[in-house]
């Protein structure tokens, strides 16, 4: 049972258009969720995150919408890069105290230039 | 600043071998945590550790043992490795308090 589903596993943008990636959830005891992003050969690096007391947080190109009604966030850049080619990975957590947090399958991005 | 590394990088096992892979941290880290990702399937946690000398399950266990005999290391042992134990292995750690986790660049296991 994917608790955590990212369901575009690729997406393709113009380099300067925005790109939107989409994640959904089941669990509606997850309270936290950030954002990976991943080049091929390294792990996973920090994006963003959000707590599930607000609605967006932004941090520069990147901002994080959370729709807890519907159970779905989405990672929204703008401009998109070309060195924004990566995986990108959501992740959530409901166990606060163990950092214990359930990913997403992930989405390619590639952006075009 | 070399933050988390694994050892090794790659590595091919017969079915059958055992091998450990080590992650170490210099950040001072409490909770350290190893994932395997497959394709199609995330990053799924297999065990982790809060603090030294203590270690737990993550989602997926079986067929891996952990120890956290010093705070910077915590390692990940195959005793008996199987195919389906092919992956890509990573390591990661956070602060006690913080929901940030910082990976090493993963280790590279075929199993054959």
């Known amino acids: 049972d994917q608790q955590v589903k990212q369901n575009s596993p690729s997406l393709s943008v113009q380099e300067g258009r925005i790109s939107i990636l989409n994640c959904d959830y089941t669990n509606s005891m997850f309270d936290y969720f950030l954002w990976y992003k991943k080049y091929p050969a390294e792990g996973p690096t920090f994006l963003i995150s959000i707590s599930s007391i607000k609605d967006k947080n932004e941090d520069g190109r990147f901002t994080v919408f959370l729709n807890k009604s519907a159970k779905h966030l989405s990672l929204h850049i703008v401009p998109s890069q070309p060195g924004d080619s990566a995986v990108y990975f959501c992740a959530a957590s409901a166990e606060t105290g163990t950092y214990k947090y359930i990913f997403g399958t992930g989405t390619r991005l590639k952006v075009l230039a | 600043n070399a933050g988390v590394t694994q050892t090794p990088k790659f590595r091919v096992l017969k079915t059958g071998q055992s091998m450990t892979l080590l992650c170490a941290q210099d950040?001072?880290?409490?909770?350290m945590y190893w994932y395997r990702q497959d394709p199609g399937m995330g990053l799924r946690l297999i065990h982790y550790s809060v603090g030294e000398g203590t270690t737990a399950k993550g989602e997926v266990p079986d067929g891996y043992n952990v120890s956290r005999l010093k705070k910077q290391n915590f390692l990940l042992g195959l005793e008996s490795a199987a195919p389906s134990q092919t992956s890509v292995y990573f390591c990661a750690s956070t602060v006690t308090g913080g929901n940030i986790q910082y990976f090493g660049a993963g280790t590279r296991l075929s199993v054959l």
């Open positions: 950040m001072n880290h409490e909770y």
